[in-house]
T-cell receptor
Framework: ETGVTQTPRHLVMGMTNKKSLKCEQH?????MYWYKQSAKKPLELMFV???????ENNSVPSRFSPECPNSSHLFLHLHTLQPEDSALYLC?????????????FGPGTRLTVT | GQNIDQPTEMTATEGAIVQINCTYQ??????LFWYQQHAGEAPTFLSY??LDGLEEKGRFSSFLSRSKGYSYLLLKELQMKDSASYLC??????????WGAGTKLIIKP
């Protein structure tokens, strides 16, 4: 049990659908992250929130829209996705952004865009 | 640009020792992390190095040389459950983690 949960675990959606991914952390952390993991590629950081404020948006297309209503919850709203967006989407949290704080990951949502 | 290099795949024998190397070129350095990821599961934290030298934690050790931009993860007394991908990541000057693509470690009996 990592203390970070994600729902759904699997999602299949068409290119015209709208869906949302949910992440919740039970660790009392202040920072939360969305990553994209594709096969044989490095983890790609998408968004970072610290104390509910977005601190990073790594040139992510606007069809991905994050929302962080409080320090424990993070959403990723999906709209008009492309087949190349199929990947594992991982949520993570950490105590803060400073040097030594390790990130704790959720189990991920396996997304397939058809 | 920023870059983390590690071997794609390694094979080792149960009970043996294996060393997984990681070299990095990043904008600034605020520590290096190693994570383990079993297939279909979340990455889990293994170690953190910010100063040069060896950090030992049970069967796992991690080494850092900042001047060489180099780290390795040493796994001793390998067990079948150590079959996983091992991810190297560096925290850059913006405190963002830059990740390697991971090394898939296969353990054979």
């Amino acid at each position: 049990e990592t203390g970070v949960t994600q729902t759904p675990r699997h999602l299949v959606m068409g290119m015209t659908n709208k869906k949302s991914l949910k992440c919740e952390q039970h660790l009392g952390h202040n920072a939360m992250y969305w990553y994209k993991q594709s096969a044989k590629k490095p983890l790609e950081l998408m968004f970072v929130y610290n104390f509910k404020e977005q601190t990073e948006n790594n040139s992510v297309p606007s069809r991905f829209s994050p929302e962080c209503p409080n320090s424990s919850h993070l959403f990723l709203h999906l709209h008009t996705l492309q087949p190349e967006d199929s990947a594992l989407y991982l949520c993570a949290s950490s105590q803060g952004l400073a040097d030594s704080y390790e990130q704790y990951f959720g189990p991920g949502t396996r997304l397939t865009v058809t | 640009g920023q870059n983390i290099d590690q071997p794609t795949e390694m094979t080792a024998t149960e009970g043996a020792i294996v060393q997984i190397n990681c070299t990095y070129q990043t904008s600034g350095f605020n520590g290096l992390f190693w994570y383990q990821q079993h297939a279909g599961e979340a990455p889990t934290f293994l170690s953190y190095n910010v100063l040069d030298g060896l950090e030992e934690k049970g069967r796992f050790s991690s080494f850092l040389s900042r001047s060489k931009g180099y780290s390795y993860l040493l796994l001793k007394e390998l067990q079948m459950k150590d079959s996983a991908s091992y991810l190297c990541a560096v925290k850059d000057s913006n405190y963002q983690l830059i990740w390697g693509a991971g090394t898939k470690l296969i353990i054979k009996p």
